[in-house]
């Protein structure tokens, strides 16, 4: 969670970028530490979130924990973002990072985006709370996971892991695409994860979950609470590494693209299921071709006779749609009635506006955890 491709993979995770730690080669102790490390963290956490909102004369008093207070934490990050993050330090750094290939803009501020939107993971879990107050923080001990010995969210016999969707939003605003400038959109991919699209749990108004933190006496940035272990690899495993107290180094230096390559060609890319395999397409696991009907269709790409996008016609084997004069070209892969994958292919786009048309399948790839990628990459 935001981040994109010319691949777009986290590392055994939903779309995004590199995640850093490679979770999936930490030893069982390790993901517990880690664990540990993010429950540990959390008071220090949000009583940072609580001086930011207050100082910025946000809304305090309307963060109660409940669904319908995301939005306005949503809104809020978005002005504070715009404001350039007054009163987030330079020092600390996220404990999971979102890897670009690339450095991205405007770095300092790029690490304050990444810290904020890892710290409202701890807002969000306290919205968990109030629908379900035996909610946890647990390590996904599934290695057949895409999620495998993160730390996620356990809660109805679901797992969630948090952490990359909403920093992965954080940092396709960062690059200043606006599909995320919806005031309800992270309201949205959170009832998405939690399964609670169709059937919002009712959660009362209450009292300020934050309020109360602004009496807690600051947590100095050194302090051992806000300190996560860091790991690296040697031997092909994970080994625990102290030091430097900030970002985890990498587990695995697999390098995606996380904007479009201002200087290298626009490359063909694919959108399929995790795990689905380049030379059988066909057989990959079906995917949402409503979702990819509705993002397509509000980037304006019609079919090849200028009609109008449906799911149906997604689901229809070899079809192809444009986006203006080909512009942008995508076919589909699909069979058994199902859609499968999409190949889209940049003919004649001027690259900031690539940009957009990018960053739309990567949101999608992230909310529907998919793969966006090259051929290269796949």
């Known amino acids: 969670m935001i981040a994109a491709a010319g691949g777009i993979g986290l590392s055994r995770c939903d779309g995004g970028t590199t995640v850093i730690p490679d979770f999936s080669t930490l030893t069982a102790e390790q993901a517990a ?13 949000l009583a940072d979130l609580a001086r930011w909102v207050a100082a910025t ?3 305090l008093d309307a963060l109660d924990g409940s669904i319908d207070s995301i939005e306005a934490l949503w809104v809020w990050f978005l002005k504070f973002r715009a404001s350039k993050f007054p009163g987030v330090p330079d020092g600390p750094r996220p404990s999971v990072l979102i890897e670009m290939s690339k450095a991205p803009p405007k770095l300092r501020e790029y690490w304050r985006s990444q810290y904020v939107a890892e710290t409202m993971q701890h807002y969000l879990f306290r919205v968990v709370r109030r629908v379900d107050p035996g909610a946890r923080w647990a390590v996904q001990p599934d290695p057949a996971s895409e999620e495998f010995q993160r730390t996620v969210i356990v809660t109805g016999g679901r797992s969630v892991d948090i952490t990359s969707p909403i920093m992965t939003m954080a940092m396709i605003a960062h690059i200043g695409v606006v599909l995320v400038d919806e005031p309800t959109k992270l309201q949205e991919n959170f009832l998405h994860y939690f399964g609670w699209s169709d059937d919002v749990p009712a959660v009362a108004p209450g009292p300020s979950v934050l309020a109360p933190y602004l009496e807690q006496p600051v947590v100095a940035l050194d302090d051992p609470r806000r300190q996560p272990p860091v790991f690296e690899q040697v031997a092909g495993r994970a080994v625990e590494k102290r030091g430097e107290g900030g970002v985890p180094a990498p587990a695995k230096a697999e390098k995606v693209a996380t904007t479009p390559d201002e200087t290298a060609p626009l490359s063909d890319l694919i959108l399929a299921s ?15 071709a409503t979702s990819v009907a509705t993002t397509m269709k509000k980037l304006g790409f019609v079919d090849a006779e200028g009609k109008r996008i449906s799911a149906a016609k997604l689901r229809a084997p070899e079809g192809q749609f444009v986006l203006g004069n080909d512009l942008v070209l995508v076919e589909t892969i699909a069979a058994g009635g199902r859609l499968r994958a999409l190949m889209v292919q940049p003919i004649n786009i001027k690259k900031d506006a690539w940009g957009e048309v990018f960053a739309a399948f990567v949101a999608l790839a992230v909310k529907q955890r998919l793969r966006f990628a090259s051929e290269d990459e796949f």
Not at 33 to 45: C, I, L, N
Not at 274 to 287: D, F, R, V, Y
């Open 33 to 45: 530490q880690f664990r540990e490390h993010v429950v540990g963290r959390e008071d220090a956490r």
């Open 57 to 59: 004369t946000g809304p």
């Open 274 to 288: 995790q795990g689905s395999e380049l030379e059988n397409l066909e057989s990959a696991k079906p995917i949402s």
